[in-house]
């Protein structure tokens, strides 16, 4: 058995060692073709890619130059979309007033100093977003976008506000064909969005008035007109009824007028950092407003009828809290944080009965 174990073995160990053999071997052909391979592979891939970018340039010669800005364009919740921000233009590329499917176009972050009158051209403008240049006018051809519903064009250096602006004023209902169609589930939800928070952002300028002609914008939600050169509450704003959001914090506003109560569904009204002296018994009757923000004023008491604002609930510290904001005014009755939670009655007591 010694002798068969050990011729076994032996089998065992040439079998073992002839299959070594044929492996390192197999191995070794397939590394020399993964060579070549690889080399021929690296090289076809180099004429390959040399290939493509001349077949890119042909294609690029092919294209108008309008056709190249339009693939920048893509499509987002329905709407047909263009994003030129922070790209340093000066000035924007005449094949832009090609674009009349555009629906939201971006130009915000540049140094633009002028906006062409081609601006009508774009007739489907939804949204136009302006904020971050160095523009000191807004052309009055605004005027004609029809369709605009959300514009920001704070961060600029607007003096003035063109009166064609108040043309802007063709907001889409739910009952336009355009609802009744019910194309697209996301389109809507957008456009219902759009139509609930209307925006108009003119706040960092050197603004000190408004058109009358804004007046017309009765269906406006948002406006924002903080840090501005604003002395008085430009009239127009008394019309606009609709507002949910006014911002003047930070102008030169030393009384709000008695109209002031004409804005009842507003919500949010901030006037900090202005030089208000009082405050008219007329603002007691926003009864919706949620956050009042009087901080760093010149106020020295408030309506007794302050109490009726049910839904300032507190005395708010942080600028985002809800509540009444009127810490950093004179107040011969000084405001106590212990009151915070109490409500505005325990207010309104607590300054009466000082």
Request: hydrophobic share 40%; net charge positive.
């Amino acid at each position: 058995m010694g002798e068969y174990g050990n011729i076994w073995a032996l089998i065992t160990t040439e079998k073992h060692l002839a299959w070594s053999l044929r492996s390192n071997l197999l191995r070794s052909k397939k590394a020399r073709r993964w060579q070549v391979g690889g080399y021929m592979g690296g090289a076809v891939c180099r004429q390959e890619g040399k290939e493509e970018k001349r077949r890119s340039q042909v294609r690029d010669e092919s294209l108008t130059s309008t056709d190249r800005i339009r693939c920048f364009t893509f499509r987002q919740f329905g709407f047909n979309v263009l994003s030129l921000a922070r790209r340093g233009i000066k000035d924007l590329p005449e094949e832009l007033w090609e674009l009349s499917e555009l629906e939201k176009l971006n130009l915000s972050l540049n140094r633009l100093k002028v906006l062409p009158p081609q601006l009508a051209l774009l007739s489907n403008l939804v949204v136009l977003n302006l904020w971050g240049n160095q523009l000191s006018r807004l052309p009055a051809e605004i005027g004609q976008l029809k369709r605009l519903r959300v514009l920001f064009a704070y961060r600029n250096r607007l003096s003035d506000v063109p009166e064609e602006l108040g043309a802007c004023t063709q907001l889409e209902d739910p009952g336009s064909g355009v609802w009744k169609l019910l194309r697209e589930l996301q389109r809507i939800l957008l456009r219902v969005v759009l139509r609930i928070h209307l925006v108009l952002s003119l706040n960092n300028n050197q603004l000190s008035s408004l058109p009358e002609s804004l007046s017309k914008l009765t269906r406006l939600r948002k406006l924002n007109l903080s840090q501005n050169h604003m002395a008085l509450l430009p009239g127009c704003i008394y019309n606009m009824k609709a507002l949910v959001f006014l911002h003047l914090a930070c102008n030169c506003l030393e009384n709000l007028a008695e109209n002031i109560q004409n804005l009842a569904e507003l919500k949010i009204l901030i006037v900090e950092g202005n030089s208000l002296h009082s405050l008219p018994k007329a603002l007691c009757c926003l009864t919706r407003l949620e956050l009042l923000n009087l901080d760093f004023n010149d106020i020295k008491d408030v309506p007794q009828e302050l109490h009726q604002l049910s839904h300032l609930e507190k005395l708010a510290c942080h600028p985002l809290d809800k509540g009444l904001h009127i810490v950093h005014n004179p107040l011969i009755k000084p405001v106590k944080e212990v009151l915070e939670g109490g409500g505005l009655s325990a207010l309104f007591n607590y300054l009466r009965a000082g």
